[in-house]
Each structure stands twice: as C-alpha cells, then as structure tokens.
C-alpha cells in the first residue's frame, strides 16, 4: 500500500491515501452516517458553552473516558466496522488503540478548530490514527513554536492519517469550515487512553 512520509519539523505523519478501496470506505461511510450514538455536545471556549460545529460520538473499551473542553464522554462499545477498522489501523501504525472518537462534519460548515491531541490521559508522544470517509477536506498544521512551519494536507475518502513521535506536543491541527462542500465527511480517530 502506498504510503507518504511527511516530514515535519519536531514531528512525525504517514499518510496512506488509498488505505481503504472506494467500495470499502463507501460501504463504512453509509453504514456508520447511520450510527444512532451521534450527538452534537456543548464544549467551553474562551469560558463560555458552545455547541461543537460537529457531530460527535465515543467508541470504546468500558471505563476508558475521554476529557477535552470542558467535555467528558464515556464510550460506548465498538461496532463490529469500527472494530474492523481498529484492527487495521493498529497493523498499520504498530499500536494498540482502546478508544476510538468519531467526528461527524455534516457539510463544510462544520469543522474543528487548532488544537493537539495531548491530553494527559494519552500519555507523552501519542499515536493517533485517523481515517478519512466521505467528502475530501483540507486539513491544517501548524508548529507551536516556529511561526514559519506550516502544512496542509487533503484528506481522501478512504485515507489513514498517522501523527506519531513529538507531533502533538509540537503541531497543533485544525479542519477550517469551508464554502466548497456540501457533503458528510466522517474522521473516526483512533488513540490509547491509559
């Protein structure tokens, strides 16, 4: 399977950006838009609630809550295609996951906001493991540090985004809304909660 190193300064992704065929991920996308667990959640910024500008839902082994703005969310047990799923991407990223959060962007107007994923519960240097199903959207990186570091990838329908090594205490990522979509994309991240 083809496979793209990007080299980041202070980081680490692969991309794979035909990691499932187009039936495959058609058949995941239409079953998981599907899932009655969505649910769009309150989160604080800058000290007040909002609601996320997405759908939301959390996947996973019992007791493994996850924390970020204000929020905790408690998993519900993996579907059998999101257990497909995991599978997969631990073979590809040579982890084990326990946790999977699914975002739903029901059309560009949707999106996620600059961030890391370095919340304490997943530990120092996580791996996390992102796939793309539905519409294509840009997403955005930039360094913490270094003004000038900057990066931007299109995400396919059916792709694997790895961030791994020091990308999270690093980078931050964001998915900026956008006028030019007007179709679901589903990201279902996959991450180890200790």
């Known amino acids: 399977m083809k496979k793209q190193s990007i080299d980041l300064k202070d980081g680490q992704i692969e991309y794979y950006p035909t990691f499932f065929d187009p039936t495959t991920a058609d058949d995941y996308l ?9 649910k769009q959640e309150k989160i604080k910024l800058f000290g007040r609630e909002i609601l996320q500008p997405r759908l939301t839902a959390l996947f996973g082994e019992d007791g493994k809550s996850y924390r970020y703005s204000g ?3 408690h998993p519900q047990p993996f579907p059998p295609e999101l257990e497909e799923v995991r599978r997969k991407c ?11 959060l699914a975002n739903l ?3 560009g107007a949707d999106s996620m906001g600059w961030h ?20 294509e959207r840009i997403f955005h990186l930039k360094h913490k540090i270094d003004k000038t570091a900057r990066h931007k990838i299109r995400l396919q329908h059916g792709s694997l985004l790895i ?17 030019k ?13 200790y």
């Open 30 to 38: 239409e079953k998981l838009l599907d899932l009655s667990q969505w």
């Open 71 to 73: 929020l905790e969310m």
């Open 90 to 100: 631990e073979k590809y990223s040579d982890t084990s996951f326990n946790v999977c």
């Open 105 to 107: 962007y029901r059309d």
């Open 116 to 135: 890391a994923d370095d919340e304490k519960e997943l530990g120092k240097n996580p791996v996390i493991a992102s796939v793309s199903l539905g519409a």
């Open 163 to 179: 961030m791994k090594g020091s990308t999270q205490e690093f980078w931050k990522h964001q998915l900026p809304k956008t006028k």
């Open 181 to 193: 979509v007007s179709e679901p994309r589903i990201n279902l991240t996959y991450r180890k909660i």
